[in-house]
């Protein structure tokens, strides 16, 4: 599968999941139930837990000693995300009351056509994915009416879907799931742009699409550990983790328990010691990969003066001295060998000090798991916009670097 036909696939953090378990199980990989006991036979596996999956691969022979290394990522994208009671009218036009998740470039919605994705649960607990067509848009103001208008988060950015006298939106959804409303008590829905990805530029090398922060790691990590040899002592990982735009405080989030305990069982199906475990973590290592900032040619003095990551410019190694993002020294050795090995260029980014500084899930990897962690992403422009851009050209570097981090 093609990057934009895994974006399209995935229009929500429970959709991209569900695209992985697809891909990986066509791929001979065997789903884990964390119910069930665990499977350490040899071979690829892996385990979803609602937006997240994490999947690995192990060895048919025992190694001597076994260390890890681990891809981790992010399914969910900045956006809007439907209120447990979102039915709402004004002046005629029936609207959908959406909470804002985490930090979307809100104007960049605003006259967009966007769908809902996610899952709806039953009473009884069943849970189903469903995804709309293109429903609803934030409405613009034409600025004759009020030509200093600031966005109001709550009063601004409802969008419609239809005039008051149509169906009530749940009503909608059910039917188009093929159920009734009474059949949808909860339900996580997500706005997604139904615009597909586009090969843009004058020499069509940029993609523009919605979600390619962080859709674009996920793809690439995916075709990492497809490739990866698990006969090789190093066992593939490759952690997909949700709720990163919201700081990852959750049950399937990177700050959250989940990839710990895949791991912890995959060290006792291993027969390690406690010793032993914690042998194979120092052996061990991660790389967070989540896309970042490429220089913006119109706020050029955003970006500190002597690093300026262009797209096309080949992945970049993250860099910041307060630990948001945990590369060291030693990681961006780690880094630089590994893409001089398979020549795939290398950027570097650190932030101006005057600017903040973002974040991923790369602190939390290290803190939580104590294994050496670098942050990695490739260069996009008009990160957490409704519609991102990105190379072609870095997607297809990442994939070639992911893949020799596995193999190390
Ligand atoms: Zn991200």
Same mark, same amino acid.
């Given at each position: %599968?093609?990057?934009?036909?895994?974006?399209?696939?995935?229009?929500?953090?429970?959709?991209?999941?569900?695209?992985?378990?697809?891909?990986?199980?066509?791929?001979?990989?065997?789903?884990?139930?964390?119910?069930?006991?665990?499977?350490?036979?040899?071979?690829?596996?892996?385990?979803? &837990?609602?937006?997240?999956?994490?999947?690995?691969? !192990?060895?048919?022979? &025992?190694?001597?000693?076994?260390?890890?290394?681990?891809?981790?990522?992010?399914? /969910?994208?900045?956006?809007?995300?439907?209120?447990?009671?979102?039915?709402?009218?004004?002046?005629?036009?029936?609207?959908?009351?959406?909470?804002?998740?985490?930090?979307?470039?809100?104007?960049?919605?605003?006259?967009?056509?966007?769908? $809902?994705?996610?899952?709806?649960?039953?009473?009884?607990?069943?849970? &189903?994915?469903?995804?709309?067509?293109?429903?609803?848009?934030?409405?613009?103001?034409?600025?004759?009416?009020?030509?200093?208008?600031?966005?109001?988060?709550?009063?601004? $950015?409802?969008? +419609?879907?239809?005039?008051?006298?149509?169906?009530?939106?749940?009503?909608?959804?059910?039917?188009?799931?093929?159920?009734?409303?009474?059949? +949808?008590?909860?339900?996580?829905?997500?706005?997604?742009?139904?615009?597909?990805?586009?090969?843009?530029?004058?020499?069509?090398?940029?993609?523009?699409?919605?979600?390619?922060?962080?859709?674009?790691?996920?793809?690439?990590?995916?075709?990492?550990?497809?490739?990866?040899?698990?006969?090789?002592?190093?066992?593939?990982?490759?952690?997909? !983790?949700?709720?990163?735009?919201?700081?990852?405080?959750?049950?399937?989030?990177?700050?959250?328990?989940?990839?710990?305990?895949?791991?912890?069982?995959?060290?006792?199906?291993?027969?390690?010691?406690?010793?032993?475990?914690?042998?194979?973590?120092?052996?061990?290592?991660?790389?967070?990969?989540?896309?970042?900032?490429?220089?913006?040619?119109?706020?050029?003095?955003?970006?500190?003066?002597?690093?300026?990551?262009?797209?096309?410019?080949?992945? %970049?190694?993250?860099?910041?001295?307060?630990?948001?993002?945990?590369?060291?020294?030693?990681?961006?050795?780690?880094?630089?060998?590994?893409? /001089?090995?398979?020549?795939?260029?290398?950027?570097?980014?650190?932030?101006?000090?005057?600017?903040?500084?973002?974040?991923? +899930?790369?602190?939390?990897?290290?803190?939580?798991?104590? +294994?050496?962690?670098?942050?990695?992403?490739?260069?996009?422009?008009?990160?957490?916009?409704?519609?991102?851009?990105?190379?072609?050209?870095?997607?297809?570097?990442?994939?070639?670097?992911?893949?020799?981090?596995?193999?190390?």
């Amino acid at each position: %599968m093609g990057l934009t036909d895994f974006i399209t696939q995935s229009p929500s953090a429970y959709h991209t999941s569900a695209t992985v378990a697809r891909t990986l199980t066509e791929c001979g990989f065997a789903a884990q139930l964390e119910l069930d006991p665990w499977d350490p036979s040899p071979g690829g596996h892996f385990v979803q &837990r609602d937006g997240a999956i994490i999947a690995y691969r !192990l060895p048919a022979k &025992r190694v001597a000693e076994p260390r890890f290394r681990i891809i981790g990522t992010h399914t /969910d994208s900045a956006g809007f995300k439907l209120k447990p009671n979102p039915q709402h009218y004004s002046a005629g036009w029936a609207q959908a009351g959406m909470e804002v998740y985490g930090s979307p470039a809100v104007h960049s919605w605003v006259d967009r056509e966007f769908g $809902l994705a996610g899952r709806v649960v039953s009473k009884t607990g069943e849970q &189903r994915l469903i995804s709309t067509e293109a429903w609803l848009r934030i409405p613009g103001l034409a600025p004759h009416l009020d030509p200093d208008l600031s966005l109001d988060r709550q009063r601004h $950015l409802m969008p +419609i879907y239809a005039l008051a006298d149509s169906l009530p939106l749940m009503q909608a959804l059910a039917e188009g799931a093929d159920l009734t409303p009474e059949d +949808i008590v909860g339900h996580d829905l997500f706005a997604y742009i139904t615009q597909p990805p586009e090969l843009i530029g004058l020499d069509k090398t940029w993609l523009a699409s919605g979600r390619l922060d962080n859709l674009v790691s996920v793809y690439t990590g995916m075709q990492a550990l497809m490739e990866a040899d698990p006969e090789l002592g190093a066992i593939p990982v490759l952690a997909c !983790l949700d709720h990163e735009e919201v700081g990852s405080g959750s049950l399937s989030g990177a700050g959250g328990p989940f990839l710990e305990q895949v791991l912890a069982r995959i060290e006792l199906g291993l027969g390690l010691a406690r010793d032993q475990v914690y042998r194979l973590r120092a052996r061990s290592a991660a790389v967070s990969v989540d896309a970042g900032h490429a220089v913006h040619p119109n706020f050029a003095d955003r970006h500190d003066p002597d690093a300026r990551p262009l797209l096309g410019g080949g992945p %970049m190694v993250k860099v910041n001295a307060g630990q948001r993002y945990v590369t060291d020294g030693v990681g961006v050795a780690r880094w630089q060998g590994i893409c /001089d090995s398979l020549e795939v260029p290398v950027q570097t980014f650190v932030s101006n000090n005057a600017v903040s500084c973002g974040s991923t +899930i790369g602190p939390l990897l290290a803190a939580r798991l104590g +294994i050496a962690t670098l942050d990695v992403g490739i260069p996009v422009l008009s990160m957490h916009s409704a519609r991102e851009l990105c190379a072609t050209a870095d997607v297809d570097h990442l994939a070639t670097a992911l893949t020799g981090f596995l193999a190390q």
